[in-house]
């Protein structure tokens, strides 16, 4: 049994003639310490299924379970609950970060929350410091970091709660290059140190090749393939996935 399934998950926007199914009988699966890509063009349903494997959206169809047990049979707080257990990182900092509160109060609320046993001041400089920021810093406000230094942030407060699978969300999407290689590396070293479960959301192939070792490949809310990176992205099986790998632009040499 793995630990994070979703078994024949649909997901619909909207009801009646406005309905949308945005994912049709999806069944994926992730232990700890394993890697996922989502991968496809934009509106195939990668963030939906994001969203829907820590239960931000309810399924039309089918079930998110966690060892055994669907989402909603875990307890709301405390260990064992959703949110200690799943974590989504999103894109955009800004908007996932309270912009009123220090970065230091910011982290610090999520252990509370959380009910994690720890002297609040010292991990939050502890996590600071794992994500690469100064933990002198802990008294800033999120609008006198940059962006990627913001990403470090929301990345220090999902960390905070220990979790067993992390979600990120084309997490650096809206990140210059260089930073985004920064970014990259730091989360493919908590990864491997933690051995927390990684599912990493990105419309670019090259992220998902560099971070996963199995990828599933989403067109119109369906799965279309799904193997171990190297495999799809050397010797894809599906039309689809060759398009998406022949469409990656190409610096000139
Ligand atoms: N809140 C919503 N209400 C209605 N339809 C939605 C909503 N969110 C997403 N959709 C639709 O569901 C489909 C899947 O969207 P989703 O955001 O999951 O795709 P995606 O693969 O993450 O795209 P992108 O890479 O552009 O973020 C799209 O057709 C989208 O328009």
Redesign the pocket.
Known sequence: MSELAATGLSVR??SGRRA?M?LCDVTVALNRGESLGLA?E???????LGKALVGLLDPYAGEVSWAGKPLSALPRRGPGSRSRTLQLVFQDPNSSLNQRMTVGATIAEALVVNQIEADVPVEVARLLEVVGLDPRDAGRYPYQFSGGQRQRIALARALAVRPEVMICD?ITSSLDVSVQAQILNLLRDIHRETGMGLIV?S?NLDVVHYLCRTVCV?RN?EIVEHGQTEQVFTDPRDEYTRELLAAVPRLPS
């Not at 509106?43 to 939906?48: A, D, I, L, R």
């Open positions: 926007y909207g949308h945005a496809g934009s509106g195939s349903g990668k963030s939906t084309e959301i419309h989403l809310g």
